[in-house]
């Protein structure tokens, strides 16, 4: 799990990407980012989880990208990898206009997102 604290932008991204490339190399698949105390998200967050995302969704032989995309346009795709946990309603909403909630399951437990890994 990454507790994120304050703002993910152009001067936090770098740091957030390499942490959980970091856990990745170290054989972490599933990860948790928990957003409870950012206070806003930038493009450059966005892409951050995004490449995150792209990073977890990689290593997951289960689907080709073309079926994920296909499922995620449908609406019936959520990452088995990377889930979020407590967005304020700013990041919530910003996550939302970008599409995020489309394929990242979004908790507001913390309980519910760890068992949501399976």
Do not use: C, W
């Not at 967005?87 to 206009?97: C, E, I, K």
């Amino acid at each position: 799990m990454f507790h994120l604290d304050g703002d993910l932008d152009m001067e936090s991204h770098e740091q957030l990407q390499q942490q959980a490339a970091d856990a990745y190399e170290a054989g972490s698949r599933h990860m948790l980012l928990d957003l409870s105390k950012v206070k806003y998200i930038s493009s450059s967050g966005l892409r951050a989880i995004h490449q995150i995302f792209a990073m977890l969704r990689a290593a997951d032989a289960g689907e080709n990208d073309n079926e994920v995309r296909a499922r995620i346009a449908a609406g019936t795709y959520q990452s088995p990898n990377l889930k979020l946990l407590k967005p304020s309603p700013r990041v919530s909403q910003v996550l939302a206009s970008a599409g995020f909630d489309m394929f990242l399951e979004i908790h507001s437990d913390l309980r519910a997102a760890i068992e949501s890994f399976g």
